[in-house]
């Protein structure tokens, strides 16, 4: 089960993120700086007990009046990733477990496959800031086999759209692939208590705050058969 550390970051994931985002092809912000504000997500276990994992949604206010809202998934890793420089959001001292380096988990193949793993309803959403608390209003769905599971990353593309993540599920050369859609602008469905499956494999919803304190709920990613 997650564990949160109640705990200082120098300098705070806020503080990187506000650097980092602006360089990302889906900011919404133009040239100006973005000056960003927690306003919720949830966190997903590595089986291996190793990388932090969490689904963060940040809200921009420096846009419009009514903000835009992000999604970052992020991995905290105690040593660099190989061949992930350019995922790099940055690093911080952690008060307790020490250096960490964060990265832009689309990148992250231990983000991706339990990502995959809460689609299919093999993983379970963990509170965002609460230790050993599981997260019942994040929503997973997989309209295929149940037991499907990411056996590569192949790539990532980004575009002004969000981030697009091909990966393979099963061994090559007949591997099937599937690409992970992640919506990094988040587009809230005030009205509606539960997100339908937008595409016909899988989707992951989940709420976050808007700035005037209202409850939004919006689909995070969704999941299709690769083109072929």
């Not at 089960?1 to 120098?10: F, I, L």
């Not at 050993?132 to 037991?147: L, M, Q, Y």
């Amino acid at each position: 089960m997650a564990v949160v550390h109640r705990t200082t970051m120098n300098p705070t994931k806020v503080e990187l993120l506000s650097v980092w985002l602006p360089t990302q092809p889906w900011y919404r912000g133009g040239a100006r700086a973005a000056t960003l504000a927690k306003a919720g997500g949830f966190r997903l276990d590595d089986p291996a007990g190793q990388v932090g994992i969490e689904f963060m949604v940040a809200t921009d206010m420096s846009a419009t009046d009514r903000g835009v809202s992000y999604l970052l998934p992020l991995t905290y890793r105690d040593a660099p990733l190989d061949d992930a420089g350019q995922a790099l959001v940055g690093t911080s001292e952690h008060g307790v477990l020490g250096r960490r380096w964060i990265y832009d988990g689309a990148h992250d193949p231990v983000l991706v496959a339990q990502l995959l793993a809460l689609m299919t309803g093999e993983a379970e959403p963990q509170a965002q800031s609460e230790s050993d608390s599981a997260d019942a209003s994040v929503e997973g769905h997989f309209a295929g086999a149940a037991r499907v599971a990411m056996a590569g990353l192949v790539a990532v593309a980004n575009s002004p759209h969000g981030t697009d993540i091909l990966i393979g599920t099963g061994p090559a050369p007949t591997a099937a692939r599937l690409t992970i859609h992640l919506n990094r602008v988040l587009c809230p469905t005030l009205d509606e208590p539960a997100v339908p499956a937008p595409r016909p494999l899988g989707h992951v919803s989940a709420p976050w705050l808007l700035p005037d304190g209202t409850s939004a709920r919006g689909v995070f990613a969704v999941a299709d058969n690769a083109p072929s």
